[in-house]
């Protein structure tokens, strides 16, 4: 189900008090709807682009507020990425896309998530197969 964009209003309540993105409405507008185009293909993707939308709207942003807030944006576009891959029906993406979904999003991921610390259920298989797949050798030109 993919969820509706939301209005440019949204947007901008939304941006209303990053520092940053606060000096460039249009740049933090952009970010959210870029973001939003991925939403509806995972759950924990959605869950984790409402918490980032509503941190934008913050009053008072620490330092250390700013960074977790980068550090979300980057693992929030690895995964918008990763969803488009999947369904652009690239092989084993799903699973690559949901995997990363789980344990970098998900409400148990954490700061810092690594592999193997996750109780979200994965398929193994078809992750060590896309880890381990050789590309065809390309003829020379």
């Known amino acids: 189900m993919r969820h509706v964009m939301p209005d440019h209003d949204d947007l901008r309540r939304d941006c209303g008090h990053a520092p940053r993105l606060r000096k460039s409405p249009a740049t933090c507008e952009l970010v959210l709807a870029e973001l939003a185009a991925a939403r509806g293909r ?10 980032f939308a509503a941190a934008l709207g ?10 977790r807030l980068a550090q979300a944006f980057a693992t929030l576009m690895q995964a918008s990425l990763l969803l488009g891959a999947a369904s652009a029906g690239a092989p084993d993406a799903r699973a690559v896309a949901e995997a990363y979904c789980a344990t970098r999003l998900g409400k148990d991921a954490g700061w810092g998530a690594v592999f193997g610390a996750s109780d979200a259920a994965m398929d193994i298989e078809a992750l060590l197969r896309r880890a381990w797949q ?8």
């Open 42 to 51: 995972h759950r924990d993707f959605d869950a984790a682009f409402e918490r």
């Open 58 to 67: 913050a009053q008072l942003l620490s330092e250390a507020h700013a960074r």
């Open 134 to 141: 050789e590309e065809a050798p390309q003829p020379a030109p």
